[in-house]
Nanobody, 124 residues
């Protein structure tokens, strides 16, 4: 069973950058479509970014042009580079994996496995 561990969260000033990482173990990363979601206090968990097994990318409108998702199958990791952060980006960020042979996924109920989350706080 695939296991996911996020890291890289923290406190950053508005306009700053953070890079989140998701370490994948227990299975071959190339078998999974990957995604990042986030959940702010009192809100639903929402889609942030996804990358298919073939490298197709998709982003929420709120992060397009600021966030970049990437994957390194050899290193078994997925990253989320976040630039131009603002207070609305404050949330717990979760890495997610979907066993698949095709496609990318934007709905949280499509994913098979989740990490424990990492807190990102943006001060204004």
């Amino acid at each position: 069973q695939v296991r996911l561990v996020e890291s890289g969260g923290g406190l950053v000033q508005a306009g700053g950058s953070l890079r989140l990482s998701c370490a994948v173990s227990g299975d071959t990363l190339s078998n999974y479509g990957m995604g990042w979601f986030r959940q702010a206090p009192g809100k639903e968990r929402e889609f942030v970014a996804a990358i298919s097994i073939y490298g197709y990318l998709d982003y929420a409108d709120s992060v397009k042009g600021r966030f970049t998702i990437s994957r390194d199958n050899a290193e078994k990791s997925v990253a989320l580079q976040m630039n131009s952060l603002n207070a609305e980006d404050t949330a717990v960020y979760y890495c997610a994996a979907k066993s698949t042979t095709f496609g990318h996924f934007v709905f949280r109920n499509e994913y098979d496995a989740w990490g424990q989350g990492t807190q990102v706080t943006v001060s204004s």
